[in-house]
């Protein structure tokens, strides 16, 4: 399943770039959690549903994927940068 099947089949959508990145621009839908704090607000993101990470290039939410995995997480992708997610939108 791609990347928006997965948004359509209601996936959670975690921008994890700054609040001020956000508050700019960001995908319809998503949450802020940036990734220094994932861990802490990680009760936010449901382990039952897809997860499609984003942030501004892709380094930062391949870092919170490996993060979300080693705490449980299953279906956990990295969708790369915020370019890439406003194609899907």
Known sequence: ?????????????????????????????????????????????PKDKPVILYCASGARSAYAAHLLKAEGYKDVVNAGGLDDMMELA
């Open 1 to 45: 399943m791609n990347i928006r099947d997965k948004i359509n089949n209601g996936a959670v959508v975690v921008d994890v770039r700054t609040e001020e990145e956000y508050e700019e621009e960001h995908f319809p839908g998503a949450l802020n959690i940036p990734v220094d704090r994932i861990l802490v607000r990680k009760n936010e993101i």
